[in-house]
């Protein structure tokens, strides 16, 4: 099986789709391709119609978007696992990772995943209201879970995969959240599997300036 993805430091979904791998324990080889380059398009060119990252090939099967990814992982290797266990909690998983699977474009739009950086950003007002959303989303869950363990639905599941590149985010762009989601937040940042993305994130040298938002933050 190969999951075919862009630059660590910048690629939120092909962190998605890398992430229900790696934190699953399900082998894979990886084909890290550098963004917008010559060699990242003529490589997908022939493996996925969409010439974009995630890209997960296994075997005859070719899955070209991080929701299918994880829809095909969580079906194909871990035996419904990925959502939670009853069906009200897993249509409400569904929701919430359908929400930001195709909602929350201004926060995408001006903090952009950027894992090496420490940056403070002037955010719109749409932004702002995103921020909130998100916080009010996780605190309430949280509380509703707070007795199955520290994940959104208490054990690990898509809806964290999905969630995790906007920690990331808010990590970055030094992002005030509630307790509740503070505490969500440290737990995200401990999980092995994302600290190897960040470890190998940190080397990357490549700069892809669309992704280069606001203004670096003084370490005096």
Same mark, same amino acid.
């Given at each position: 099986?190969?999951?075919?993805?862009?630059?660590?430091?910048?690629?939120?979904?092909?962190?998605?789709?890398?992430?229900? !791998? =790696?934190? $699953?324990?399900? +082998? /894979?080889? @990886?084909? %890290? !391709? =550098?963004? $917008?380059?010559? +060699? /990242?398009? @003529?490589? %997908?060119?022939?493996?996925?119609?969409?010439?974009?990252?995630?890209? %997960?090939?296994?075997?005859?099967?070719?899955?070209?978007?991080?929701?299918?990814?994880?829809?095909?992982?969580?079906?194909?290797?871990?035996?419904?696992?990925?959502?939670?266990?009853?069906?009200?909690?897993?249509?409400?998983?569904?929701?919430?990772?359908?929400?930001?699977?195709?909602?929350?474009?201004?926060?995408?739009?001006?903090?952009?995943?950027?894992?090496?950086?420490?940056?403070?950003?002037?955010?719109?007002?749409?932004?702002?209201?995103?921020?909130?959303?998100?916080?009010?989303?996780?605190?309430?869950?949280?509380?509703?879970?707070?007795?199955?363990?520290?994940?959104?639905?208490?054990?690990?599941?898509?809806?964290?995969?999905?969630?995790?590149?906007?920690?990331?985010?808010?990590?970055?762009?030094?992002?005030?959240?509630?307790?509740?989601?503070?505490?969500?937040?440290?737990?995200?940042?401990?999980?092995?599997?994302?600290?190897?993305?960040?470890?190998?994130?940190?080397?990357?040298?490549?700069?892809?300036?669309?992704?280069?938002?606001?203004?670096?933050?003084?370490?005096?």
């Amino acid at each position: 099986m190969e999951l075919y993805i862009g630059n660590k430091n910048y690629s939120s979904w092909s962190l998605r789709g890398w992430l229900v !791998l =790696k934190a $699953f324990d399900i +082998e /894979f080889d @990886e084909v %890290l !391709l =550098k963004l $917008f380059s010559e +060699e /990242f398009y @003529e490589t %997908l060119k022939g493996k996925t119609p969409a010439l974009k990252v995630p890209t %997960l090939i296994d075997g005859d099967v070719t899955v070209w978007d991080s929701l299918a990814i994880c829809e095909y992982v969580n079906e194909t290797y871990l035996n419904g696992k990925g959502w939670p266990a009853s069906a009200a909690d897993r249509a409400r998983a569904r929701a919430v990772v359908a929400e930001m699977h195709s909602g929350f474009m201004a926060l995408r739009n001006e903090m952009p995943m950027n894992c090496r950086a420490k940056r403070k950003v002037s955010l719109s007002d749409e932004a702002v209201k995103d921020v909130q959303k998100i916080d009010a989303l996780w605190a309430d869950l949280r509380e509703s879970f707070a007795g199955e363990g520290p994940w959104l639905f208490g054990k690990f599941s898509i809806a964290d995969v999905f969630y995790a590149s906007v920690v990331l985010r808010f990590g970055t762009y030094g992002i005030n959240v509630s307790e509740n989601s503070a505490q969500y937040m440290e737990t995200v940042f401990g999980l092995p599997a994302l600290q190897e993305w960040l470890e190998e994130a940190l080397k990357e040298q490549d700069v892809v300036e669309l992704d280069e938002a606001g203004v670096d933050i003084d370490p005096a």
